[in-house]
């Protein structure tokens, strides 16, 4: 059996939730996200609690944008079937450094230098986007 466990999860309106759910909309995180159209989900475990956060976001009308390269997941099936999953659901999928581009839109965006900082000296490949 699966569990998530978040705890003291907060941000600038000073929600926080303590949670055995798989999904992460539970009401705290609703109040949080309410007047939020797009979203951008990280997380671990592909297959249980991004699947159904992402599920339960599209289900409240929400643009879900899951960051491929920033989720993962116990095996790799579990997360390549997860992904067909949420593409089939409607949900986004992209990468960390499209994300983060089209954050910015442009190169004269004041911190485009320190975003492209961290583009050009990327993190090692772990394998969770080139063993898909």
Sequence with gaps: MYTSSVSNLSDKSGANSSTLEFS??????????QNAENIILVGIEAHVCVLQTTL??????KNVHVVVDAVS?????DRK?????????????????????????DASHPK???VQKLILDPAP???LVSKM
């Design 56 to 61: 339960d976001l599209l289900e409240k009308g």
């Design 81 to 105: 079937y997860a992904f067909k999953q949420m593409d089939r659901a409607g949900a986004v999928l992209t990468t960390s450094e499209c994300v983060l581009l089209g954050l910015l839109r």
């Design 125 to 127: 490949d772990v394998g």
């Design 24 to 33: 992460m909309c539970v009401p705290e995180v609703d109040d949080v996200l």
């Design 112 to 114: 485009f230098k320190e």
């Design 73 to 77: 997941s116990r095996s790799l099936p």
